[in-house]
DNA sequence: CCATAAAATTAGCCATGGCTATATCTTGCG
DNA sequence: CGCAAGATATAGCCATGGCTAATTTTATGG
């Protein structure tokens, strides 16, 4: 347990700074990381990306996702030509694997930590951004551990 | 474990939209809370929090710490006369407190399930944000468990 | 094979949250 | 007590990520 009383402003300001800097810094990849996870998914159940479907999934208006399909294409993550669907990149495949990957260990650390279904999958949708390697890490061996040894 | 076959494309489009709705709902939140917890916690250690210091430790310049605290007054969570230091109303102070307790839960938690300090204090600064009510009594209640039951 | 429906793009608006440069107020020191 | 230094505020810029409205392209059914 850290200390109550220990504050945040017990550590240095620069390095106060710096967590919330590489906080902003992943906020600024998460959605590109959603957007690659989303049309990997729709890729392997449909054969394709369609912009409309990659918007209703997204909960957003039509243009808000080709515009976003375009920073896509600007970071090298996806491939499209006009009026056709979208495609990733050997890079975006990647990154939408890992995506999926690190979301499913999110939910499933939450499950095993009791959060029902429903609740861990909407939380996870926020959390795992923000989930480092390591502490991806430290959650995997978490669950294997629960898995050879239920519960208490 | 949730079946790694089950992309989230097995669900309905509007429940995923309603996720993604969630997590930029919380986002736009996020930083409202951090501003809050650090002033709570420079008027503790200082009495009073001044903008310099609010930025310094934002890591963001002196007039983007002004115009968030202005957003705070707008929101009702915060005071401050021309000139002089930013306070808390009622509100804003409840809300500290109670992003500084989550904030501390989450990094507990991390650092339960192996996770090195620094780390789960530079993760937890974005994780914290999207933990709900429901999610954030399960980790209670496995922090209270480990204690009693240190480990396997 | 063409007309219309559906899909995608483009244009242009808004709020947020960064920034720099400039102006104004406070304060402390000589 | 007045002025320079430091702190705060204001103005105005930029990118991101939403939106609606209008346009263009593709696809389809009669």
Do not use: C, N, W
Request: a neutral charge; proline letters at 5%.
């Amino acid at each position: 347990m850290t200390d109550p009383k220990a504050s945040a402003i017990q550590v240095p300001p620069a390095e106060q700074a710096g967590r919330f800097a590489r906080a902003r810094e992943v906020q600024s990849r998460a959605l590109l990381e959603d957007y690659v996870e989303l049309i990997g998914d729709l890729i392997t159940a449909h054969g394709e990306a369609r912009v409309a479907d990659i918007a209703e999934r997204m909960g957003v208006a039509h243009p808000t996702a080709t515009k976003t399909v375009a920073r896509l294409k600007r970071e090298g993550l996806a491939t499209s030509r006009p009026y056709r669907g979208v495609f990733l990149t050997e890079e975006g495949a990647r990154l939408a694997e890992s995506v999926r990957s690190r979301h499913r260990t999110v939910v499933d650390l939450l499950v095993a930590l009791g959060v029902p279904a429903e609740h861990a999958e909407r939380d996870a949708e926020g959390i795992e951004h923000h989930v480092s390697q390591r502490t991806l890490r430290a959650f995997e061996a978490f669950l294997t551990k629960s898995e050879t040894q239920p519960q208490s």
